[in-house]
């Protein structure tokens, strides 16, 4: 019975703003480019990559948690270049 109670668990919390299966959305729409969804620059900002999240999921997120969420998943927060 002590066991179980050293048994490590899954620490609940907030659940996440953006689903698995959006998020790959979301990095595949990244992938075509600002251009390809409105925008007027090459490279992505966090404040563009903000707005697209906003439209596709109507979900918002501050600058710093975009920041997050692309450095997660392998773009470079500077200029947000995908970098493998």
Not at 18 to 40: E, I, K, M, N, T
Not at 58 to 82: D, E, P, S
């Amino acid at each position: 019975m002590v066991w179980r109670a050293l048994a490590a668990r899954r620490i609940p919390g907030r659940p996440p703003k953006l689903h698995p299966d959006q998020l790959q959305v979301l990095l595949s729409c990244l992938a075509q480019g600002p251009r390809a969804h409105g925008f007027a620059s090459d490279r992505w900002t966090q404040a563009q990559v903000a707005e697209l999240i906003r439209r596709k999921f109507g979900v918002t997120f501050c600058l710093y948690h975009v920041g997050r969420i692309m450095a997660a998943n392998g773009w470079k927060k500077r200029r947000l270049v995908r970098h493998d």
